[in-house]
Structure formats: C-alpha cells, structure tokens
C-alpha cells in the first residue's frame, strides 16, 4: 500500500514538475526581449522612416523633424547614456522635442541598450567619434 | 371520379408547398444569423475575437484590423451600428503601419494598393453584430465607470495642449489631412469610443494592448479629461 502511494505522488510530483516547467518556458517566451531591429521597425519607423534618415510616415506636418540616424556627426555628439535616456524618458529628458515620447511604457532597459546599439550600427559611429 | 380527383391534386399541392416551405427555409434561418456566428464567419480572419491581446511584435505585424474581444468596453454601439453599414477607414496606413508603406524619394509613403476596404453589411447583420459585440466585456476592470464627466475646451487650448504640450499629432491627425498617420484619427475619436475607455487607454495603452505602439506618455489625470473634452469639440466639427 505505502508503494502504490509513494509511487503515485512520485507520479504526481512528476507531472507538476512538468507543469512548473512548461509554465516556466512559456512566461519566459512571453517576457522575452524583442530583437533592436524588430522593435526599431516597429516603433521608430514610423517617424524616423524605414531607412532611419528621419522621413517617416508621420513627419508631413511636424514642427521638428525626426533625427536622421544615419547622420554620423550629429549622432556622434550623442552619448548612448543620452540616446538611452531620450528612448526611455522622451525628446524633453534631453532638452529635444516633446514630438519624441517616453518608451518605457513598451521597451525593458535591455531592450533599450539593444537600440542604442542597434543606432550606432546606423550611424556607423561611436560618442566622440564619427 | 371527380372526387378523387380532386383529392389527388389536393394532396399534390400539399406536398408542393411543404417541400417549397422546405426549401425556402434556409433563406429564413440565414435572415436570422446571430451576430456571434457572424462575427465567427465573417470577421474573425481579421480581428481576434478572443484575448489575450498580441504578446510578441510577430502577433502584433499579423493583426489585419483592431482586436474585438473587449469591443463592448471600447465602442459605442450606435457609432457601431452605422460605421459597419457604411464603413469608414480611421487608420490611414492601416492596422500595422510597416505593412502598408515604402520609400520614395519623398520621404516614407503609404502603399494604397495595399490596404483593403471593410466590407459593408446589411442593416438586419449590422444590429445583430454589434449587439454581441456590445456584450463582449472582460475588460471592465480596466475602466472606472462613469469616471469621464463631461466639461468645455476650446479648439484652440485642446490643440495646444494635443500637439505643442504632448506632442501627439506626430501621431494622430486632428483634422482630414493634418497630422501623422501611423495612428488612428483622433476627430471621430469621441463618436467611436467611449470616454471612459478613453481615459483608460490614454492612462496606461500598455494595460490594453501591451505592444501597441502608442507609447505610454506620462499624462496627468487633468489631461485625460481635457483630451477627451478635445476630441468630442473635434467630433462635433463637419469635416
């Protein structure tokens, strides 16, 4: 009698072991960061444009242009502490446009450190150096 | 003779009308669709009819049209009844931007080919749809009901605030022609959604959606209320 117990909730722990597991991959699928590249087509296009040169959809009628991240001069008076912090906190964080929202609300910082080098792959430059 | 006859035909014909009874029958049950199998039928390969709201940007690139699943805490139900009569497009480059544009030498344009016309239904399809879409509410925790009191804006300190303050017109066009295009019109906001569901989307768009690209933009609660004052002068401006 005690091994047919003991068998059954070996059994049993088994299968919640299983249930904690899949559970696990499944929160961690949902949680996962999306790729810079992903995020920047989804999000940034639609002003800084698909080839990022800050001619989106939206810039018709805009009082500042977007930054056109392939500008290696202007993108390389830039910090990545600045560029992160203009993604997380908006265009006024930085003394820039208020037409540049917060993106905390939809980015994790992992995903916003992912952007800033995802920028600097644009602008093929570095802070200090175009 | 004449009498059986007569009996014969009589039996004929009851047995004509019984099977054209027969055959006119689906014609009388297809009147009488109900909204949910309609919605089922008709508008599910476009619009997610069940939550949860897309997790991952691949869901949120395959959406056709907006998600109906808390439809009944968003819309309201005459604008419904008539928009699915004579639709109307509210989103200029479509449910997800990056689907429907491309590069010109003007600057990034929308792809017009690209983007497909709502169908129209029947008045009798339409009111039954949007009665089951009205029920469709597993949202209601979201929203503060009765939350919006109405109140008085200007035009000109709704724009202010709309566009020089928050900077949303990058976004949304506040009139036919003038503003940004990636989000929907914000002047028939006010005839579509609810204002409660306003202030709530507005509060925190991630709670609703949470890869919507609207981004959340830190408003303060005065601003939820005054937004909303904006969008129902601009609802009731003849664009």
């Known amino acids: ?130 | 003779m004449l009498l059986i006859s007569l009996r014969k035909w009589s039996a004929v014909t009851v047995i004509a009308f019984s099977l054209s009874l027969l055959l006119m029958s689906p014609m009388v049950v297809s009147a009488q669709v109900s909204g949910e199998q309609i919605l089922k039928e008709q508008c599910s390969s476009c619009h997610q009819l069940v939550g949860p709201a897309p997790a991952t940007l691949k869901e949120l690139w395959e959406r056709k049209g907006p998600d109906l699943f808390y439809a009944g805490n968003k819309y309201k139900q005459d604008w419904l009844l008539a928009w699915l009569q004579q639709p109307k497009r509210i989103r200029s480059a479509g449910m997800f931007y990056g689907n429907h544009i491309e590069v010109s030498d003007d600057g990034d344009v929308i792809k017009k080919d690209t983007l497909t016309a709502h169908p129209s239904l029947a008045a009798d399809q339409a009111l039954a749809v949007t009665d089951a879409l009205i029920k469709l509410k597993p949202n209601s925790d979201l929203i503060v009901a009765g939350e919006y009191k109405p109140g008085k804006i200007s035009v000109t300190m709704g724009e202010l605030r709309f566009d020089k303050f928050r900077g949303c017109m990058a976004c949304h066009e506040i009139e036919p022609g003038y503003g940004g295009l990636s989000g929907p019109e914000v002047y028939t906001a006010a005839k579509r959604l609810q204002e409660d569901y306003m202030m709530s989307f507005m509060r925190n768009p991630q709670a609703w959606d949470p890869k919507s690209f609207m981004p959340n933009m830190h408003l303060k609660e005065g601003d939820l209320e005054k937004f909303v004052h904006y969008f129902r002068v601009l609802s009731e401006k003849d664009f």
């Not at chain 1, 559970?23 to 800084?48: G, R, V």
């Not at chain 1, 446009?97 to 994790?108: A, E, Q, R, T, Y």
Request: aromatic fraction near 8%.
């Open chain 1, 1 to 130: 009698m005690a091994t047919f117990l003991e068998k059954n909730l070996k059994r049993s722990g088994l299968v919640h072991l299983m249930f904690l597991l899949i559970a696990i991959m499944f929160s961690a699928s949902l949680l996962a960061a999306e790729k810079a590249e992903d995020n920047y087509k989804t999000y940034c296009w639609q002003c800084h444009g698909m080839s990022g040169i800050g001619n989106g959809i939206n810039v018709r009628d805009m009082s500042v242009q977007p930054r056109d991240h392939t500008d290696g001069k202007e993108m390389s008076s830039r910090s990545d502490d600045e560029l992160f912090e203009a993604i997380k906190e908006g265009g006024q964080a930085v003394s820039k446009s208020v037409l540049m929202p917060h993106w905390d609300g939809v980015f994790s910082d992992e995903e916003i450190h992912s952007l800033v080098k995802y920028l600097r792959e644009l602008c093929q430059c570095q802070h200090g150096n175009s």
